[in-house]
């Protein structure tokens, strides 16, 4: 019963991935399902749930949240679409106590981060391919996307976000000197479809939450092995990203379709040559170097502060954005101010302040959009959680999720004194997090039930009685 609860939480985003990422209704009520089927055969197993006061707070914030979100349908314009919010929430409570139950102990933990590494390799390689043999694979078009990755998620910016996480744990299996050489090797070479995956998304944000990630993972390891295998890992998907670019039929879709099979067959050669040659010298090079790193003193706070501050600007930048006019697909977005967001965030803004205690209704955040916008865009979220929960949900909703994630914070770092194999999963945490108010992840279950079942793992590993050795990496 472990065993089918494991393969449930671990396969289920990746499966959910190519039914739009979950967007919809219908395959979320499926997830739902499996994921609360999980907790069912986890309980049956005689699995328990983590105790201690962090994961209490963190699952209350949660079930709460949720609870408040199906409460909101009372004064929500469009039930409806309250009790859709809900759902979400709801798929989100089952997928964390699922992971919490049965994906416990250094062994689960690590199959666990392969697991869900490989699931993001299998959904950016399957973009990817409709590029590569434009010929032969035809996927729907998105004429939003404007030449940008999107499939099998059809949204381009979390389809970068998935990129960014895999790609961080890529780089902490990579830098794990407790797994074999040859693993470690492969996951140098996945970084290569990854890194062109996530240029290809021309995701502003994708790219920060990655680097977050990194930073995250550096600091939390403190060993010189994870250092280097984070720059193998972001050398190899630089330089395949870099190569590749430069073929506009394949980077953005320009050109006769002819001329577009002709540059995704250069580009699957560099891509797989950048693979080859990394992961073989990666291979050549390594080593079981498991001294510390030399850090700063308070690294982990100066390194905080750095994400924060990062964030921070972009939210700035994102306040002085031209609006109305988005760049298109190309690399040359990636260093525009063109973007519709402030715009989203001030309606969300006008509306909390319309209703600040209970919000204007879940998922009701677009029908103010309607109400006040001055552009001609039509759009369905805020593009940001916290000012999306604060808008629909209000100071209480935001104090819920709030109470979420500093319990997760805090069992984040519990786990990590006590159980440190699980640096990978509070390191892609952070480039979820980091990305999370900049875009509305959280109504794409693919890729945030990733990052649910990563914190379902940092809880379990929380409540462990006994610490466990830290691996030498």
Known sequence: MLTASRVLLLAGPTALAFFAGGYFQGPRSWAGAGVWLAVLLGLAAGARPPRGREALATFAGLALLAAWTLVSITWAPVQNDAYQAG???????????????????????????????AGTLVVIGYGIAGRLLPGILHYAAVPTAEGRLNQPLTYWNALGELAAIGLVLLARIAGDVTRPRL?????????????????????????????AGIVALVTIVRRREQLRAVVWTLAVAAVASAATSQLGGFASLQG????????????FVIIVAVAALGGAAALAWASEDDRPLVLPRHSSLLAAGVIVAGLAVAIVLGAHERQGGVANGT??????????RYAYWSVAIRAFRSE??????????????????????????????????????????????????????????????????????????????????????????????????????????????????????
Not at 93 to 117: C, K
Not at 183 to 189: N, S, T
Not at 256 to 267: D, K, M, N, R, S
């Open 256 to 267: 006769t379709l002819a001329h577009q099979e002709t540059q995704g067959i250069v580009a």
């Open 331 to 340: 690399s040359s977005r990636l260093t525009s101010l063109s973007s519709d």
């Open 356 to 473: 600040p205690l209970h919000g204007v209704g879940a998922g009701n955040w677009n029908v103010y959009w309607l109400r006040w916008r001055h552009l001609t865009e039509s759009a369905q979220d805020a593009h940001s959680l916290p000012l999306q929960v604060l808008a629909e949900l209000g100071v209480v909703g935001i104090v819920l999720l709030a109470t979420f994630v500093v319990g997760l914070l805090l069992a984040a770092r519990r786990a990590l004194a006590r159980a440190p194999h699980t640096a990978g999963a509070a390191a892609a945490l952070v480039a979820y997090f980091a990305h999370a108010p900049l875009d509305w992840d959280w109504q794409m279950p693919a890729v945030t039930l990733v990052a649910i079942v990563l914190a379902g793992i940092v809880l379990g590993a929380s409540s462990d009685r006994r610490p466990q050795p830290a691996p030498t990496g």
């Open 183 to 211: 693993l470690r090797a492969a996951a140098v070479c996945a970084s290569a479809p990854l890194g062109t995956g996530l240029y290809l998304a021309v995701s502003r944000g994708a790219l920060f939450a990655y680097f």
């Open 87 to 117: 759902q979400i929430v709801l798929l989100y409570v089952g997928g964390l106590l699922a992971s919490s139950l049965v994906l416990r102990g250094r062994p689960v933990a690590a199959v666990a981060e392969l697991t869900l590494a």
